[in-house]
C-alpha cells in the first residue's frame, strides 16, 4: 500500500498524518500578545475599555504618539520600535473587530493628552477592485499558524505593523488572468503618522520597499512573509484539490493557470514555480516563505506558480503552460526572462520548455504528417501542443528538483500500474482516443488500454516518449542545475542495487548531463524543503544575478 500512495497520495507521503497544509488559530487576548512590559501595561490598561472601542482606539493612539516622540529621540531603540509597532497593530485590530472605516470618512477617538484624534486611511489604489473596504486587514501577530506547509516564522525586524490582508469579495481571476486566484491574500505594514491631532494609517508592501521615513528618521520596514500563504493554505483546502486533479484530470485541465504571488512588477525576474505529480502550489509554500526572508531574493525576484491537474501526461500540461506564457508576455510587456523551477514531473514539464522536438517526437506515434492525418481541430491541438514544440522565449535559468526525467521503475510495478488505472484517461472524449489511436504506429499503441496515456503512465522508464526526449538538446543558452535527494543513504549512479534514490525518484532519473551544478542531499523526495535544498536554490537565484 506505500507504494500506492508514492504514486497516487504523494502529499500523504509529506504528511505523515492527518495535518494540513496550514491551520490557523487566532490568539487570544491582547495582553497575551504583548512582548514588553510597557505593552503588557498598555494592554492591561485597554481591556478595561472594551466596552468602548473608540476610547481604546485612542489609547493606543495616544501611545503610538508617545513612543513615535521617544524613537526620535533615540532611533536605534528596538524595544520603542516594537512598543509603537504593538500600539498600531491594536489600532488596525479595532478597526478590523468593529467595521470602522477610515478610509471613507474619519473615525473620531477620545484622547488622553489633549483634542480627539481624527483617524484616516487614504486608500492606498485608486482602483475600485483594491478598495480598502473589499479586504480584511488583521495584525499578524495575532496569527498562530501550524501544518506541513508551514516553515519558520519569517519576520522582518523594523517599523510598522504587519498586515495580513486578504480579498474574497472580487473574483480577482476576472480582473487579470494571473492574478494569485479568485481570492486573493497578501502582506502589508501599517504605520500611522501622526500631525498635531490627524492621525494618518499609511499601508506599505514590504515587498517592494526596504525601508519608511518616518518623522524625517529612515527604518527598515517590518514585513510578515509567512501569514498570507499560510492563511492561503488554510482556507483554500488545496488538499482536496490535489487529489481531484490527479484523479479527474479531464474535469480540471481547463483549470491549469499560470499565476504570480504578488503584485506584478516589471524591474524583477519571475521565479515559475511548478509542482509534481499528485500536489499543486501549495508545497512551495516554505521554501517561498525562506526566499523571501533574503532581501536580495526581495529586490529582485517576484514569485509565480503554474497549477496544473496532476493528472494529465505532462507533456500536455507543458503545452497549456507554453500557452499561459505566451499570454503573460502579451499581458506584461517587457516581463524579464524567468527562472523556471520544477520538482518532480514538474521538472519534466520544465525540460520540455527548454527543448526544440523538431518531428522527433512526432515521429515516433506516427508515420505521416500532421497535415495527412484526419483528426478532429480538438485531436490536432491537443497532439500539436505535446509532440510538435519549440524551446519557449523568455526563459533565462532551469532548476530540476528531484526530477523525473527518465521516470520510475515504480510507475511498472503492481502499484504503479493500479494507480494509473484508478486515475484513468486524460480526456473526457473517448472519440479522441479513438481517432488518434487508428492512425498511431503499430509499435507506438499503448497496450490493454482503451485510453489515452496518462501521467503515470508517461512515468514507465521505457516510455518512447521518455526515451525520445531525453536524447535531445536543450535551448542554447540556458543554464540549468539538478537538486537531487537520496535520504542520506547514498548508492549506486545507475540500476545496479542499491540505488541512489530519494525513495521515488532515483539518481539514474533526476540526473541530466551538462548541469551547470548538481547537489545531491540527504533528503527525499521533497528536496525543495530541505534546509540543503533551500539554501541551493537560493545560491543559483543569487548567482543568476
Not at 219 to 244: I, M, N, R, S, T
Amino acid at each position: 500500500m506505500k507504494r500506492l500512495l508514492f504514486f497516487l497520495l504523494p502529499a500523504a507521503v509529506l504528511l505523515g498524518g492527518c495535518v494540513g497544509y496550514s491551520k490557523a488559530k487566532i490568539r487570544g487576548n491582547t495582553v497575551g500578545l504583548a512582548t514588553t512590559a510597557e505593552q503588557k501595561q498598555l494592554a492591561v490598561a485597554q481591556e478595561k475599555s472594551a466596552n468602548n472601542p473608540l476610547a481604546q482606539l485612542g489609547g493606543y493612539l495616544d501611545a503610538a504618539d508617545e513612543v513615535r516622540r521617544k524613537l526620535a529621540r533615540d532611533p536605534k531603540n528596538t524595544l520603542l520600535q516594537s512598543d509603537y509597532n504593538f500600539a498600531v497593530a491594536r489600532v488596525m485590530d479595532i478597526l478590523h473587530e468593529t467595521k470602522l472605516a477610515p478610509w471613507d470618512k474619519p473615525v473620531v477617538a477620545p484622547s488622553a493628552t489633549g483634542a480627539p484624534w481624527r483617524l484616516t486611511l487614504k486608500p492606498p489604489s485608486k482602483e475600485k477592485q483594491f478598495h480598502p473596504s473589499l479586504f480584511e486587514f488583521r495584525p499578524s501577530d495575532r496569527y498562530d499558524f501550524r501544518g506541513k506547509g508551514v516553515g519558520e516564522r519569517s519576520l522582518k525586524e523594523g517599523l510598522g505593523a504587519p498586515l495580513v490582508v486578504a480579498g474574497r469579495e472580487v473574483d480577482y481571476t476576472k480582473l487579470d488572468q494571473f492574478a494569485q486566484g479568485k481570492n486573493v491574500y497578501y502582506s502589508l505594514t501599517a504605520l500611522v503618522n501622526f500631525r498635531g491631532r490627524n492621525a494618518d494609517i499609511a499601508l506599505l508592501d514590504p515587498l517592494s520597499r526596504e525601508n519608511v521615513v518616518f518623522d524625517g528618521r529612515t527604518y527598515p520596514l517590518a514585513g510578515d512573509f509567512q501569514g498570507p500563504l499560510a492563511l492561503a493554505l488554510d482556507e483554500l483546502d488545496l488538499e482536496k484539490k490535489e487529489l481531484l486533479g490527479l484523479f479527474k484530470p479531464q474535469e480540471f485541465a481547463g483549470r491549469a493557470r499560470l499565476a504570480r504571488l504578488q503584485p506584478y512588477d516589471p524591474r524583477k525576474i519571475p521565479v515559475i514555480c511548478i509542482h509534481g505529480l499528485g500536489n499543486s502550489p501549495a508545497t512551495w509554500a516554505p521554501l517561498v516563505e525562506f526566499l523571501r526572508g533574503d532581501p536580495v531574493i526581495r529586490e529582485n525576484y517576484q514569485v509565480w506558480f503554474y497549477a496544473y491537474p496532476s493528472g494529465l501526461p505532462y507533456p500536455l500540461a507543458a503545452a497549456y503552460l507554453r500557452e499561459q506564457l505566451a499570454e503573460a508576455r502579451k499581458r506584461y510587456p517587457g516581463m524579464r526572462d524567468a527562472v523556471v523551477i520544477g520538482h518532480s514531473m514538474g521538472g519534466m514539464i520544465s525540460r520540455a520548455l527548454i527543448t526544440d522536438s523538431g518531428d522527433e517526437l512526432w515521429d515516433l506515434y506516427f508515420d505521416k504528417p500532421p497535415g495527412r492525418l484526419t483528426l478532429s481541430d480538438k485531436a490536432r491541438r491537443m497532439l500539436g501542443g505535446m509532440l510538435l514544440f519549440k524551446p519557449v522565449p523568455g526563459i533565462g535559468r532551469v532548476v530540476f528538483v528531484s526530477a523525473s526525467h527518465r521516470g520510475s521503475d515504480k510507475a511498472v510495478d503492481f502499484w504503479g500500474r493500479l494507480g494509473a488505472a484508478i486515475v484513468g484517461s486524460p480526456v473526457e472524449d473517448k472519440e479522441v482516443y479513438d481517432e488518434v489511436i487508428t492512425q498511431t504506429r503499430p509499435e507506438a499503441r499503448t497496450h490493454s488500454r482503451n485510453r489515452l496515456p496518462n501521467s503515470i503512465d508517461l512515468l514507465d522508464p521505457d516510455s518512447l516518449f521518455l526515451e525520445k526526449i531525453n536524447t535531445l538538446p536543450t535551448a542554447r543558452g540556458v543554464p540549468y542545475h539538478s537538486l537531487i535527494g537520496d535520504r542520506g543513504k547514498g548508492g549506486f549512479l545507475d540500476h545496479t542495487k542499491p540505488e541512489s534514490s530519494d525513495g521515488i525518484v532515483p539518481y539514474w532519473s533526476s540526473h541530466m548531463n551538462g548541469a551547470q551544478s548538481e547537489r545531491v542531499i540527504p533528503s527525499g523526495h521533497w528536496s525543495h524543503l530541505h534546509p540543503l535544498g533551500m539554501a541551493e536554490i537560493k545560491r543559483i537565484l543569487v548567482e543568476h544575478l
